[in-house]
């Protein structure tokens, strides 16, 4: 069973939006850490926005006041809300889940790509000028 299946992704003129989702299994419940990445051709994956098991957030720099990580607990699902979509924002997106158990040493809203145990397939988004 696949762990998480994004989808949402496409393509708009920069100014626009899109929310994507990422339906997770049943056994990714509300106690993991989520955490929205993206990847652009040639460059390595970052850290998009993490949501914690308390609803704490955290954002890249340059998608603050802009995106929104949510998670619907009665779907088991999250979402990413991107608004005032930018050219620099295109990328494949990915959805990631770490359990608590999973190196529980770092923090959800530091963690990085080796950090997350479980990731989707990838929705793509572009935006053009």
Do not use: H
């Not at 496409?10 to 993206?38: E, P, T």
Request: net charge positive.
């Amino acid at each position: 069973q696949v762990p998480l299946v994004e989808s949402g992704g496409g393509s708009v003129q920069s100014g626009g939006s899109l929310r994507l989702s990422c339906s997770a299994s049943g056994y990714i419940d509300k106690n993991y850490c989520m955490g929205w990445f993206r990847q652009a051709p040639g460059k390595e994956r970052e850290a998009v926005a993490r949501l914690d098991r308390f609803g704490g957030t955290n954002y890249l720099d340059s998608v603050k006041g802009r995106f929104t990580i949510q998670r619907d607990g009665a779907k088991n699902t999250l979402y990413l809300q991107m608004n005032s979509l930018k050219p620099e924002d295109t990328a494949m997106y990915y959805c990631a889940a770490a359990p608590p158990n999973y190196r529980p040493t770092v923090g959800c809203l530091g963690r990085l790509q080796p950090d997350f145990a479980y990731w989707g397939q990838g929705t793509q988004v572009t935006v053009s000028s």
